[in-house]
């Protein structure tokens, strides 16, 4: 390609110089060289254009596919730093869950130990707490029913052969107040 400048010079020259019919092919041809140097320079504006608006559309294309990026990225680390929130909150909860159930384990074998104890004292004196309560509950006798009660006694002592088999008396009490031994123990 001949660039503008000189084109237009050379157009000049032959311009000036001066043309004659024979020489009119020259002047035609440059002419035709300078339409053919128009067109070419049209259309390079033309592609000049053309590239300058695919590369603006490229550079939208670009910035558009970054925004995208970025807010991909920024919704991904959104949803780790939620993730990570949940994974510290449940690694508490098991901290605190392995807590509780190391005091457990230190907690429910003494409170284990208790109960038996209490239940081992409690069988202890199920029978003291019983054997007072009869004793609480027991009428008391009177004169009249300890002197039936001898009279009984010595009556069944005088049947024969029931001798051997007839406790021996007690001495009376005659206080009724006093504890009482049970036979055979005075």
Known sequence: MIPKRRLAALTILITLAGCDPPDQRLAD??????????????????????????????????????RELLEAQARHQEQ?????????QQRAQLHAERQDSAQAAVRDPVIAQAVIAAALILAALLPLIITAYALRRLPETGAAEELLTDALLEDLAALPGASSAAPPLEPRLTDTNLPRLPPGQG
């Open 29 to 66: 041809f440059a002419k035709e060289a300078n339409q053919q140097q128009a067109r070419q320079s049209e259309q390079v504006a033309r592609q000049s254009r053309e590239i300058a608006s695919a590369a603006h559309d490229l550079v939208e294309q670009d910035a558009a596919a970054r």
């Open 80 to 88: 780790f730093r939620e993730q990570q929130a949940v994974i510290d």
